[in-house]
Nanobody, 115 residues
Framework: QVQLVESGGGLVQPGGSLRLSCAAS????????MGWYRQAPGKQRELVAA???????NYADSVKGRFTISRDNAKNMVYLQMNSLKPEDTAVYYC?????????WGQGTQVTVSS
C-alpha cells in the first residue's frame, strides 16, 4: 500500500510564494512519476507539474516560469515551489504518484491566494 501526505498549503497574498511538500511511503517502485494536481471549485482536477524518477519534468502552461517541481528520491519526497502566485492558483492541491498505470493520491492541501 502507498500513502502520500502533503503539507505546506495556506493563505498567501497575490505575488507571494508557498512551498508544498509530499512524503510518499509504502511499496514504492524506484521507477515512477510524482506530481501535483489541483482542483478549483467547480472545475476539473488538472495537472500542475510532474517529475519522473529520472528527473524529467513537465508543467501546465499556466504555471511555467512560476512553479518549480523537484524531488528527493532517497526520501521519496516531492516538492512544489510556487512563486508569483495569482488568485487563479487558488485550489486544493493533490500529490500524485504514478507507478506504471496505477495512480495514488494524497488527501489534498488548500492553497488560497487572496488579498
Amino acid at each position: 500500500q502507498v500513502q502520500l501526505v502533503e503539507s505546506g498549503g495556506g493563505l498567501v497574498q497575490p505575488g507571494g510564494s508557498l512551498r508544498l511538500s509530499c512524503a510518499a511511503s509504502g511499496s514504492i517502485f524506484s521507477i515512477n512519476a510524482m506530481g501535483w494536481y489541483r482542483q478549483a471549485p467547480g472545475k476539473q482536477r488538472e495537472l500542475v507539474a510532474a517529475i519522473t524518477s529520472g528527473g524529467s519534468t513537465n508543467y501546465a502552461d499556466s504555471v511555467k516560469g512560476r512553479f518549480t517541481i523537484s524531488r528527493d528520491n532517497a526520501k521519496n519526497m516531492v516538492y512544489l515551489q510556487m512563486n508569483s502566485l495569482k488568485p487563479e492558483d487558488t485550489a486544493v492541491y493533490y500529490c500524485n504518484l504514478r507507478i506504471v498505470v496505477t495512480h495514488y493520491w494524497g488527501q489534498g492541501t488548500q492553497v488560497t491566494v487572496s488579498s
